[in-house]
């Protein structure tokens, strides 16, 4: 029902900036969570950014605090991740994600952009 396509990525080098986008097509007035995700070869998948659109509260990884930040186009129905000061362990596949509950159980996803970071 909530379709998502990412886009944006790339390969920068350390100290960079990338902006990956989500699209987001389908009933998205019923999305509570929206939340970027990230996947390294060899490495468990973590949760990067969220938006609790049900509380207007965002979520973002210690990891990418003061680098990373999230905005919304309403009017394009998208999702941005913007990326500053990357780093080489930032380095992944990047997937968009929604959920239509508030526990944020994520059912919806995108089939993910890749970023490459080298030093």
């Known amino acids: 029902q909530v379709q998502l396509m990412e886009s944006g990525g790339g390969s920068v080098q350390a100290g960079g900036s990338l902006r990956v986008s989500c699209a987001v097509s389908?009933?998205?007035?019923?999305?509570?969570?929206m939340a970027w995700f990230r996947q390294a070869p060899g490495k468990e998948r973590e949760e990067v950014a969220t938006i609790y659109t049900f509380a207007n509260r965002t979520f973002y990884h210690d990891s990418v605090k003061g680098r990373f930040t999230l905005a919304q186009d309403n009017s394009d129905n998208t999702l941005y991740l913007q990326m500053a000061n990357l780093q080489p362990e930032d380095t992944g596949m990047y997937y968009c994600?929604?959920?239509?509950?508030?526990?944020?159980?994520?059912?919806?996803w995108g089939q993910g952009t890749q970023v490459t970071v080298s030093s």
């Open positions: 994600a929604a959920s239509q509950t508030r526990a944020c159980r994520y059912t919806s």
């Open positions: 389908g009933y998205t007035s019923d999305t509570s969570c």
